[in-house]
């Protein structure tokens, strides 16, 4: 009897040890698994910021460049205003209305 039940224990003994190892295997597996997504989740929030910014980065750049625009035909009309006469004034005028007749 009391070899059986040595052999009983030997037996649970290495059950148990079978059934930790499976467990440890189990949970490295996961644990990879779960830091592989992490991975692949952090890069692709560092591409959408990367995207973000280089959207933000062009619609900055186009409203200043359409800023510089303005300020700069509004310096070009004041310059016109002062360096052309009237008849040239007209002229200009004239000019236009016939191109946008054409368009």
């Known amino acids: 009897m009391k070899a059986e039940y040595e052999q009983n224990m030997l037996e649970a003994r290495d059950k148990a040890n079978a059934i930790l190892a499976d467990a440890t295997k189990t949970a490295s597996a996961k644990s990879d698994e779960i ?6 989740n952090a890069v692709a929030i560092k591409a959408k910021a990367e995207k973000d910014i280089e959207q933000e980065k062009r619609k900055a750049v186009n409203e200043l460049k359409e800023e510089i625009g303005g300020m700069a035909m509004e310096i070009a009309g004041k310059v016109i205003e002062r360096e052309i006469n009237e008849e040239d004034h007209n002229k200009l005028i004239n000019e236009f209305i016939e191109k946008v007749g054409e368009a």
């Open 35 to 40: 830091l592989k997504e992490a991975s692949a």
